[in-house]
């Protein structure tokens, strides 16, 4: 089993800056990936950023130059540093882990970008 919680959603204006954080414990070993996915209202969650088990790391391009994903050690937290906030980037956004098989979901933290 995986456990993540994530913390750091606010209501914020637009540009700027906003750092969400993402804690994980239970079974750390073999966990082959972890990322960031969000869901605005009325849509489907989407992807928005993955670092995988050799420290790679993966941005999609609706959020490409402007966010940056980031864990140092696999017991350590991971971020979503948010710069240059838009309004579409309202949402709820969720940590995930991936292994052995398995999806792991965080119960998600509230983002709303509005001026």
């Known amino acids: 089993q995986v456990q993540l919680v994530e913390s750091g959603g606010a209501l914020v204006q637009p540009g700027g800056s906003l750092r969400l954080s993402c804690t994980i414990s239970g079974s750390l070993v073999d966990i082959r990936a972890t990322g960031w996915h969000r869901q605005a209202p009325g849509k489907e969650r989407e992807p928005v950023a993955i670092v995988l088990k050799d420290g790679n790391t993966h941005h999609w391009d609706s959020v490409m130059a402007r966010f940056t994903i980031s864990r140092v050690g696999a017991k350590r937290p991971m971020y979503l540093q948010m710069n240059n906030r838009k309004v579409e980037d309202t949402a709820v956004y969720y940590c995930?882990?991936?292994?052995?098989?398995?999806?792991?979901w965080g119960q998600g933290t509230q983002v709303t970008v509005s001026s």
């Open positions: 995930a882990s991936i292994r052995a098989g398995q999806t792991y």
